[in-house]
């Protein structure tokens, strides 16, 4: 039987936390956005009012659209808020034993019938699913950043996952107005599988001295007519993130090439992790970002 999703919870209201429950509560849903203090609730509500403000500016919504998303979210701090969701989205940090934790507690407070989802990048859906109590129930749904203006999610089905929870998923994506690519069970899926193995050699010519910050992020955008330079997309995405992606990729697939660059492990160890720390390869703590490199 297909499952009806009607109260989405999401688990975390950073960028992608916000984003998600910024689409879902568009869509209809109602939404529970938990995170570990009221704070960072309130702090999520505030970017999803300012980024509804900017669609009802653009024309993309109406007014009366803007105010009665906000009213379909509520805030929780505790797991517990999460009860009584349809499907319950995960959007914490990129590493397997942070999720793996998340799941075993979120299960012990869901009700039976309830989805489990993983907004990984690039973990194993099977190996987090077996980390639940209902592995069957178990999916990644990969929302890109950022979340309101990107069209694409990916969908990874677990080797567990049945056909109500893949059709219930393929339902719900689509209420939210986003394409879907299906993607197997492998290493950073199809997307990053792609993206960040690029991002990386753009790294290493950084490393070797090929060029300069501004003359590889030139050279992408002006010769491969990319809208950002693979240095400014890895501070967008987060540099943690770009190695944490890198390494799941270099120990499940066994391959050197997608060795994570030295440069890029050192900028992470230096806690330059792009826009999100003000530095990376980009400093933007002044009026405009300037290279580090």
């Known amino acids: 039987m297909a499952v009806a999703i009607k109260k989405v919870g999401v688990i975390g209201s950073g960028q992608m936390g916000n984003g998600i429950a910024h689409v879902a509560a568009l869509g209809g849903f109602d939404v529970v956005l938990n995170d570990i203090s009221a704070d960072r609730t309130k702090s999520a509500m505030a970017t999803i009012n300012g980024n509804l403000s900017r669609q009802v500016a653009k024309k993309i919504i109406t007014e009366d659209a803007r105010k009665q998303a906000l009213a379909r979210i509520t805030g929780a701090e505790r797991l517990e808020g999460l009860a009584d969701c349809d499907l319950v989205i995960e959007t914490a940090v990129e590493k397997e034993e942070v999720k793996r934790k998340i ?4 299960c012990a407070v869901l009700k039976p019938e309830a989805i489990v989802a993983s907004n990984t990048s690039s973990i194993s859906i099977t190996r987090l699913a077996a980390s639940t109590d209902r592995p069957e129930r178990f999916i990644g749904i990969h929302f890109m950043n950022p979340v309101p203006l990107m069209e694409l999610v990916e969908l990874i089905r677990g080797i567990a996952t049945d056909d109500a929870t893949f059709e219930a998923a393929k339902t719900f994506v689509a209420k939210l107005g986003k394409q879907i690519a299906v993607s197997e069970d492998f290493p950073a899926f199809i997307v990053n599988r792609i993206l960040l193995p690029m991002i990386n050699e753009a790294i290493y010519t950084l490393y070797e001295g090929v060029g300069n910050v501004e003359a590889i992020d030139a050279a ?9 330079g693979p240095l400014e997309l890895a501070d967008f995405i ?3 993130t770009c190695l944490s992606i890198m390494q799941v990729l270099h120990e499940g697939l066994a391959d050197s090439k997608y060795r994570p660059c030295p440069l890029l492990v050192k900028y992470v160890e230096a806690g330059w992790l792009g826009r999100k ?13 300037v290279p580090t490199r």
């Open 103 to 106: 799941f075993h507690d979120l």
């Open 220 to 228: 992408m955008k002006l010769g491969a007519h990319h809208p950002m």
């Open 238 to 240: 987060g540099l943690d």
């Open 277 to 289: 720390t003000s530095r990376g390869f980009y400093d933007y703590r002044g009026d405009k970002p």
